[in-house]
């Protein structure tokens, strides 16, 4: 193993530790559900996408139900969740195409998940990996743009180019962890505005950290 991936290894395996309970926050029990759960959660906590759901879910079992929805209900329904228009129309973009393409069931890859009118990589890599199980790709949200910058894993900016760095450090059947454990610790230690370096367990191997 060479140095930068023995590094990555050991900053994954401590953080894995510090946060054993890392996993995906969203409630759901079907493809479907994490799907319109995930791009309702852009620009929104999980928290608050927890409280619409369950409504939401009942009245909408099936692709057919979302289509059949009038947008101005489907709105309604997500308001709280902000951009409840934009994201109203990405749920039905996303089910005519999953009606059209797939016969009505969410498909599994996550090729065939960004296809969808509506969905981005970061969305498909979620439930790609979390509704099928499958190793496709690495979700990279706002906290794991943010603390694989601040622990150097990566130097890009862009999400998809730091998705691609993290898949080249990482074996792929660690990816699914490398996003759970990145997004626990960037909401409870690594924060945007003032990291929590002292209770941080790789401060040590950290080029940001504030205790260097």
Request: aromatic share 4%.
């Amino acid at each position: 193993m060479n140095p930068r991936r023995r590094r990555a290894a050991l900053i994954l395996d401590r953080l894995a530790a510090q946060h054993p309970d890392a996993h995906i926050a969203l409630h759901f029990s079907t493809p479907l559900e994490l799907l319109v759960a995930t791009i309702l959660s852009a620009q929104c906590t999980d928290a608050r996408v927890n409280m619409v759901t369950p409504a939401l879910f009942a009245r909408c079992p099936t692709t057919a139900d979302y289509l059949a929805m009038p947008a101005a209900e489907l709105e309604e329904m997500i308001r709280p969740t902000g951009f409840f228009r934009n994201k109203a129309r990405a749920i039905q973009e996303a089910c005519a195409t999953i009606v059209a393409r797939h016969g009505g069931e969410v498909p599994a890859t996550l090729d065939e998940l960004v296809a969808l009118h509506g969905v981005g990589r970061k969305t498909a890599a979620v439930v790609s990996s979390n509704a099928f199980g499958r190793r496709d790709g690495i979700a990279v949200d706002t906290h794991v743009r943010r603390v694989s910058r601040r622990l150097r894993l990566t130097l890009q900016h862009d999400p998809v180019k730091i998705e691609r760095s993290l898949m080249r450090i990482y074996p792929r059947d660690r990816w699914l962890q490398v996003s759970d454990v990145l997004i626990f610790h960037g909401r409870r230690i690594c924060e945007a505005r003032r990291p929590r370096c002292e209770d941080c367990a790789v401060s040590d191997l950290c080029p940001s950290s504030r205790l260097r």
